[in-house]
């Protein structure tokens, strides 16, 4: 009985949202793939070669550079610990800050292509205020941790694991609030306030995909769309919004309790190096299920009903 009250009430997103989406692909001349089946207007392969690089220097940044750093400093020079803190932590953020810097111009000064619907020059999107509060908490620790004459390894190990913990309790918030339709109590980007909560992955996809990758608002309207249409793919990002939680979660936990047990020269590695280590398996599996969800989802809906992957109905027999 959930099920078939899950498929007949969408969740409401505050506003005609499909009829949004259907005059502008219309409009466009982009038509979705299936009938009624709102098409996903994204096609990363065109972006790869940004994405590629950016994804290198954000790896770069946030683990291999500070655990070369500090091991390769450490055993192979004289230089005291506050130097060596002091160098790696003057890295910390250049790529992040660009980012961050590219994506405030975008959201402020493009007119309100990348804005969610709604949202005004200096509401930004949901996103960003939750990066720039994890941001900020991990500056300050980094900062603060450093300014002692012997600096605090420990501390200086732990910003990464914190931000994971923060994205886990928001993801098994928002889980949790999309399950008991509770409404929004601010606007989650797309989501006005008082909407259903969304699960936080879509808010994520939306915002990350809208605004970095270039998507704009036709990207948030037919991402919104398919998720009003498709009761197979609210389930997808229903799981997906559990599977990085519980991972956030028991990886941001479990670095924090090593981090504070092993040594110090151990920990640092560990703090920096674990959730790179996380973010590759989990990033790899959701790849991997999201592909065969999405396939699936379109398979079912062309069954149910009898259209070929032309969007023409089956002949008959």
């Given at each position: 009985?959930?099920?078939?009250?899950?498929?007949?009430?969408?969740?409401?997103?505050?506003?005609?949202?499909?009829?949004?989406?259907?005059?502008?692909?219309?409009?466009?001349?982009?038509?979705?793939?299936?009938?009624?089946?709102?098409?996903?207007?994204?096609?990363?392969?065109?972006?790869?070669?940004?994405?590629?690089?950016?994804?290198?220097?954000?790896?770069?940044?946030?683990?291999?550079?500070?655990?070369?750093?500090?091991?390769?400093?450490?055993?192979?020079?004289?230089?005291?610990?506050?130097?060596?803190?002091?160098?790696?932590?003057?890295?910390?953020?250049?790529?992040?800050?660009?980012?961050?810097?590219?994506?405030?111009?975008?959201?402020?000064?493009?007119?309100?292509?990348?804005?969610?619907?709604?949202?005004?020059?200096?509401?930004?999107?949901?996103?960003?205020?939750?990066?720039?509060?994890?941001?900020?908490?991990?500056?300050?620790?980094?900062?603060?941790?450093?300014?002692?004459?012997?600096?605090?390894?420990?501390?200086?190990?732990?910003?990464?694991?914190?931000?994971?913990?923060?994205?886990?309790?928001?993801?098994?918030?928002?889980?949790?609030?999309?399950?008991?339709?509770?409404?929004?109590p601010c606007k989650m980007s797309s989501v006005p306030k008082g909407g259903r909560?969304?699960?936080?992955?879509?808010?994520?996809?939306?915002?990350?995909?809208?605004?970095?990758?270039?998507?704009?608002?036709?990207?948030?309207?037919?991402?919104?769309?398919?998720?009003?249409?498709?009761?197979?793919?609210?389930?997808?990002?229903?799981?997906?919004?559990?599977?990085?939680?519980?991972?956030?979660?028991?990886?941001?936990?479990?670095?924090?309790?090593?981090?504070?047990?092993?040594?110090?020269?151990?920990?640092?590695?560990?703090?920096?190096?674990?959730?790179?280590?996380?973010?590759?398996?989990?990033?790899?599996?959701?790849?991997?299920?999201?592909?065969?969800?999405?396939?699936?989802?379109?398979?079912?809906?062309?069954?149910?009903?009898?259209?070929?992957?032309?969007?023409?109905?089956?002949?008959?027999?």
């Amino acid at each position: 009985m959930a099920n078939d009250r899950e498929k007949k009430e969408p969740p409401s997103t505050g506003g005609s949202i499909s009829s949004t989406l259907t005059a502008t692909t219309y409009a466009t001349g982009e038509l979705a793939e299936l009938p009624g089946l709102p098409r996903l207007l994204y096609r990363i392969l065109d972006y790869k070669l940004k994405l590629s690089i950016v994804v290198f220097l954000l790896v770069l940044e946030s683990s291999i550079l500070p655990i070369a750093l500090y091991y390769g400093l450490t055993l192979a020079t004289t230089l005291r610990p506050g130097i060596v803190f002091a160098i790696i932590t003057s890295f910390f953020g250049i790529v992040t800050g660009i980012e961050f810097g590219l994506r405030c111009l975008k959201l402020i000064l493009k007119g309100d292509e990348y804005r969610p619907p709604g949202g005004t020059r200096w509401s930004f999107d949901f996103t960003h205020w939750t990066l720039s509060f994890g941001y900020t908490v991990m500056t300050g620790i980094l900062i603060g941790a450093s300014i002692p004459h012997n600096p605090l390894v420990r501390p200086l190990a732990i910003p990464v694991s914190l931000f994971l913990i923060q994205m886990g309790v928001m993801l098994l918030w928002s889980g949790w609030m999309n399950v008991t339709r509770r409404p929004a109590p601010c606007k989650m980007s797309s989501v006005p306030k008082g909407g259903r909560v969304p699960p936080m992955v879509l808010t994520i996809v939306e915002d990350i995909v809208g605004v970095d990758g270039g998507g704009g608002r036709k990207y948030r309207n037919s991402l919104m769309a398919r998720y009003e249409v498709s009761p197979r793919f609210r389930k997808m990002i229903a799981q997906q919004n559990w599977f990085w939680a519980v991972g956030a979660l028991v990886d941001g936990i479990g670095t924090l309790v090593v981090i504070w047990t092993v040594p110090e020269k151990v920990a640092y590695g560990v703090g920096w190096g674990s959730p790179l280590i996380f973010v590759i398996i989990w990033t790899t599996i959701s790849i991997i299920w999201v592909r065969r969800s999405l396939r699936r989802e379109k398979q079912l809906w062309m069954a149910e009903r009898g259209t070929n992957m032309q969007g023409s109905p089956w002949p008959a027999a």
